[in-house]
């Protein structure tokens, strides 16, 4: 390539880059004074979100809280924003979570996630929102959390001071993208999430209460699942194990488990089979009715 389109391309892919930057909202931080179990003020202690509106014509009130992924121990920029303006472009209001990593452990994240369900349905009459239509979505470890929201939530303190505490953390539908899943299960399980999640020798019955396929129960919101047969990193099973809880549990779910595909894909723009699953996740939110009938 001529030195001067190489350099053209780059200086273009860089202005696309600052752009995209200078586009993204303002965090919100989830506690204006300061969050539970803090050690700190620095930006890894402020747990914050980002919300993301669809266009006014496309909006439907439907809102997701995206918690990206990264092993409990970084957060994916690509499951993160990349779901935010897909799921404004079927127009759906997203949050997207920065939860407290390592060296931050339970319950830090699964505080930040509640906290977030809590502040979009606190407010949803100020953002256009139905508090009855509030989901959480989340990628590997961002999956764990998503299905620890949707397996430890709790209806709010009705005496709390502050008015987001008094509202339900229960989503409304959860959707597991290649989750981890289960802490228990030596076969399964992915180590470096349950490490620093839980610590190096964790309690046995701490890793049994965040192993979440056993904490389904009739309550667990609708949930979507997709994973994929080849995933290295988070084995299928993971997807398979809490499948199994809903169906017990006689919770509405839906599955689709995929022949190929390597683990942290997110939108999986470059596969032509793989990149199905946003599509498959439509339907199934226009059937919960969470977007607008065709």
């Given amino acids: 390539m001529p030195k001067i389109l190489l350099f053209a391309s780059l200086f273009f892919l860089f202005a696309n880059v600052i752009l995209a930057q200078q586009q993204r909202p303002e965090p919100i931080p989830l506690?204006?004074?300061?969050?539970?179990q803090?050690?700190?003020?620095?930006?890894a202690d402020i747990p914050s979100i980002q919300i993301y509106k669809p266009a006014q014509n496309l909006a439907t009130?439907?809102?997701?809280?995206?918690?990206?992924?990264?092993?409990?121990?970084a957060l994916a920029d690509h499951e993160g924003y990349d779901y935010a303006k897909?799921?404004?472009?079927?127009?759906i209001t997203v949050a997207v979570l920065k939860y407290r990593v390592a060296p931050y452990q339970h319950p830090a994240p699964m505080l930040d996630a509640s906290r977030a369900i809590r502040y979009l349905r606190s407010k949803a009459e100020e953002l256009k929102l139905d508090p009855n239509r509030i989901g959480i979505m989340g990628s590997s470890a961002g999956g764990h959390l998503t299905a620890t929201l949707a397996t430890h939530f709790d209806d709010g303190d009705k005496n709390a001071s502050?008015?987001?505490?008094?509202?339900?953390?229960?989503?409304?539908?959860?959707?597991l993208c290649?989750?981890?899943?289960?802490?228990?299960?030596?076969?399964?399980?992915?180590?470096?999430s349950r490490k620093n999640l839980l610590g190096e020798n964790p309690d046995p019955k701490l890793v049994e209460l965040m192993s979440n396929e056993k904490q389904v129960t009739a309550k667990?919101?609708?949930?979507?699942?997709?994973?994929?047969?080849?995933?290295?990193?988070?084995?299928?099973?993971?997807?398979?194990?809490?499948?199994?809880?809903?169906?017990?549990?006689?919770?509405?779910?839906?599955?689709?488990?995929?022949?190929?595909?390597?683990?942290?894909?997110?939108?999986?723009?470059?596969?032509?089979?793989?990149?199905?699953?946003?599509?498959l996740l439509e339907n199934w939110l226009r059937l919960r009715g969470f977007i607008k009938q065709m």
């Fill in 31 to 36: 506690w204006p004074n300061g969050a539970p």
């Fill in 38 to 43: 803090a050690k700190g003020s620095n930006p």
């Fill in 61 to 73: 009130g439907a809102a997701i809280v995206v918690c990206p992924g990264g092993g409990y121990g």
């Fill in 86 to 91: 897909y799921l404004n472009g079927i127009g």
């Fill in 162 to 175: 502050d008015p987001i505490e008094r509202v339900s953390s229960r989503p409304d539908v959860a959707i």
């Fill in 178 to 192: 290649y989750p981890v899943i289960t802490l228990t299960n030596e076969a399964f399980v992915h180590k470096g």
């Fill in 220 to 279: 667990t919101p609708p949930t979507f699942l997709f994973h994929t047969m080849d995933d290295g990193a988070v084995p299928v099973e993971n997807s398979i194990l809490f499948a199994e809880a809903l169906r017990k549990n006689k919770v509405p779910y839906e599955m689709h488990i995929y022949e190929h595909g390597r683990h942290g894909v997110g939108l999986a723009p470059y596969d032509n089979a793989l990149n199905t699953w946003p599509k």
